[in-house]
């Protein structure tokens, strides 16, 4: 018989119950690997963005007691939906790190709980591993050499996966993340949370050459980012615009051009780097996941300038977070999972495995 947390030899089909809790989401899935495919059998997202946006950004304490409230109803509903009992899954899997620490200990504690008392194996996992996996749910369990982009609320990286599924840092940003630099400039053009999705809405109204906007470490010699200058330059630009309309409010036409001209600087920025990344590393898949991998110039621009290079964006369902990644990531790890995994403390800061 398995002990609690020690690993079975791979079997033919195994299913994975995941948690994901790191930030604002708090969401389980169940996910069958078979014959070297990944099938989401359910993946069940409970966000609580409705309770954040009033304060424009995700409150750490009302998130780990919304998850503490939500992460028994949604374990359920994933197993209803995937039509799976309990005693019929092969392991549990949950986020570590990184993320908000109240948060991540809801997840991984639920967790633990269930690996110990269903006596299956437990794996604990990477946010960024999730990530990386994410365009490659439903489809073969391999990843392929490639330069992926993982560009979220939280994080923007690129990382170069080799054929051996070995991950290798390239860069980061040096301040915001890209979608925190969406959420911040939505924020001040009083847009709401989360601001992403807004800005890309409005953009497509609006002339994306109309004002321009910095675009950091885009000349640079290395694979990193940096956001906060943008930033600040449209801060100041909607004063002076402000200052100089005869009412503070900024017209229509004017709210459109500056979203998508911030949404230009930020889009060039990623779609340069990340296509020199993979002309320097001499790769020809690219793949990018994250919340911001939904919005629609990222998508259209980096395909238009692609060629031949192959894109691999994340399905828009799986881009932003949710644990069916998890269990995707769990599953590429278990021949490494220990009894020892149960000790595994959370890692707000936890960085992405090298290996
Ligand atoms: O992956 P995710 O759920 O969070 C982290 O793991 O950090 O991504 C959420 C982020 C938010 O910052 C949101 O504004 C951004 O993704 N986002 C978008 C779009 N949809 C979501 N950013 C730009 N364009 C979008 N269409
Ligand atoms: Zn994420």
């Known amino acids: 018989m398995t002990r609690p947390g020690e690993a079975t030899a791979p079997q033919s ?3 994975f119950l995941a948690l994901e809790t790191s930030c604002d989401e708090t969401s389980a899935a169940l996910v069958r690997r078979s014959r070297n495919r990944f099938e989401v059998l359910s993946n069940v997202v409970s966000s609580q963005i409705p309770l954040h946006r009033p304060y424009g950004g995700v409150v750490p304490e009302l998130a780990s007691r919304q998850h503490l409230a939500l992460v028994q109803p949604v ?19 949950a986020t570590y790190g990184p993320g908000l620490a109240s948060s991540l200990l809801i997840g991984l504690t639920m967790a633990k709980a269930l690996a110990v008392s269903l006596r299956k194996p437990f794996v604990p996992v990477n946010h960024l591993e999730g990530h990386l996996w994410s ?26 996966v080799s054929a051996r599924c070995r991950a290798r840092l390239l860069g980061l940003t040096l301040d915001d993340a890209a979608g925190e630099a969406f959420d911040k400039v939505a924020k001040l053009l009083g847009l709401g949370y989360p601001g992403g999705p ?3 809405r409005l953009a497509r109204e609006g002339n994306p050459a109309a004002i321009s906007f910095p675009r950091g ?5 290395n694979w990193d980012f940096s956001f906060s200058g943008l930033k600040t ?30 949404q230009e600087a930020v889009v060039d920025v990623l779609v340069a780097k990340t ?11 690219i793949t990018v996941s994250g919340g911001v991998a939904c919005n629609s110039r990222l998508r259209a ?31 590429a790890r278990l021949h490494r999972a220990s009894k020892n995994d149960l000790q595994r403390d959370v890692e707000p800061n936890a960085r992405l495995p090298e290996n």
């Open 13 to 15: 089909a195994l299913i």
């Open 275 to 285: 296509l020199r990344a993979a002309q320097a590393h001499r790769l020809s898949l």
């Open 217 to 221: 470490l885009l000349q640079s010699d």
């Open 135 to 160: 365009p490659f749910l439903n489809d073969k369990a391999h990843m392929p050499p490639h330069i992926a982009l993982i560009v979220s609320g939280g994080h923007t990286l690129l990382v170069r």
């Open 233 to 262: 330059a449209v801060l100041y630009f909607v004063k002076k615009l402000q200052a100089s309309n005869s009412e503070p409010r900024i017209s229509k036409k004017q709210l459109a051009d500056i979203c998508a001209s911030f």
């Open 301 to 331: 621009k980096m395909r238009a300038q692609a060629s031949p290079l192959q894109i691999r964006f994340c399905e828009p369902r799986f881009c932003t977070d949710h644990a069916a990644m998890i269990a995707a990531a769990a599953f």
């Open 198 to 200: 807004v800005i890309d």
């Open 75 to 93: 374990v359920n509903r994933a197993l209803r939906a995937a039509r799976v009992s309990i005693r019929e899954i092969d392991g549990v899997a």
